[in-house]
């Protein structure tokens, strides 16, 4: 029988199946939810997925929004991205690879947004939960924002600047829901990524002066599908 290393632990081989298990839930529950429709999947669709009993599934997770939470709170993690601190035109770049990696992960996540409004409805944590990352980003917006402003890269009154702020909000919340009404192409994720962040760009672009401005047009023409 092999020994453990001096200082280590023994694994625990029940834990550690546990813990995979748990890790297929999550994983197979994220692709239903997002190809489905969370309100449409149920916990014996995702059992049946799994080829596990419902019985070994309630027994990691009680329940559908245990589930949720869970797939909830490794969103909050993934969204909480520190807003670029450069300046200069390489403002405007890092501005770009922010919304980017926040549509990101907004798409991985995007039955969050598309039933939004039901989810947090009924959930009273997760819709504190979401209170907060909608005023942890709009701040971190509003301060990128006045950044640009303190340079002279970006033309605005402080009022002018908040309301920015919230409508890059308003469009990177509805962003995934417009697109699905309109007929947007639901499995390109890096064109809704990218058009997504041009599109919070495009918000910006009319306050920007100079070299901002135009390096905000080029890089909509380089990256932009």
């Given at each position: 029988m092999a020994k453990v290393p001096a200082g280590r632990l023994p694994l625990d081989g029940n834990a550690v199946r546990t813990q995979r298990?748990?890790?297929?839930?999550l994983?197979?529950?994220l692709a239903l939810f997002n190809d489905r429709?969370?309100?449409h999947v149920t916990t014996g669709m995702?059992?049946?997925e799994l080829a596990i009993s419902p019985g070994n599934l309630y027994y990691h997770f009680r329940n559908k929004d245990q589930i949720v939470e869970r797939l909830f709170d490794r969103f909050e993690e993934r969204i909480a991205i520190a807003p670029p601190q450069t300046s200069g035109a390489a403002a405007i770049e890092d501005l770009w690879l922010y919304l980017h990696l926040m549509f990101e992960a907004i798409w991985d996540y995007r039955f969050l947004y598309r039933n939004l409004d039901d989810i947090v409805g009924r959930n009273r944590r997760l819709r504190e939960h979401f209170r907060r990352i909608v005023s942890a980003k709009l701040g971190a917006v509003e301060a990128l924002c006045g950044g640009l402003a303190e340079q002279g890269l970006l033309s605005a009154r402080p009022a002018e600047v908040r309301a920015l702020a919230l409508n890059v909000l308003v469009v990177s919340t509805y962003w995934l829901n417009f697109r699905a009404v309109a007929g947007g192409a639901g499995d390109a994720r890096d064109a809704d990524a990218g058009t997504g962040a041009h599109q919070v760009l495009a918000l910006v672009a009319p306050y920007l002066t100079g070299e901002a401005r135009e390096h905000v047009e080029r890089l909509g023409r380089e990256y932009l599908p």
């Amino acid at each position: 029988m092999a020994k453990v290393p001096a200082g280590r632990l023994p694994l625990d081989g029940n834990a550690v199946r546990t813990q995979r298990t748990r890790e297929r839930i999550l994983a197979v529950s994220l692709a239903l939810f997002n190809d489905r429709g969370e309100s449409h999947v149920t916990t014996g669709m995702i059992a049946d997925e799994l080829a596990i009993s419902p019985g070994n599934l309630y027994y990691h997770f009680r329940n559908k929004d245990q589930i949720v939470e869970r797939l909830f709170d490794r969103f909050e993690e993934r969204i909480a991205i520190a807003p670029p601190q450069t300046s200069g035109a390489a403002a405007i770049e890092d501005l770009w690879l922010y919304l980017h990696l926040m549509f990101e992960a907004i798409w991985d996540y995007r039955f969050l947004y598309r039933n939004l409004d039901d989810i947090v409805g009924r959930n009273r944590r997760l819709r504190e939960h979401f209170r907060r990352i909608v005023s942890a980003k709009l701040g971190a917006v509003e301060a990128l924002c006045g950044g640009l402003a303190e340079q002279g890269l970006l033309s605005a009154r402080p009022a002018e600047v908040r309301a920015l702020a919230l409508n890059v909000l308003v469009v990177s919340t509805y962003w995934l829901n417009f697109r699905a009404v309109a007929g947007g192409a639901g499995d390109a994720r890096d064109a809704d990524a990218g058009t997504g962040a041009h599109q919070v760009l495009a918000l910006v672009a009319p306050y920007l002066t100079g070299e901002a401005r135009e390096h905000v047009e080029r890089l909509g023409r380089e990256y932009l599908p």
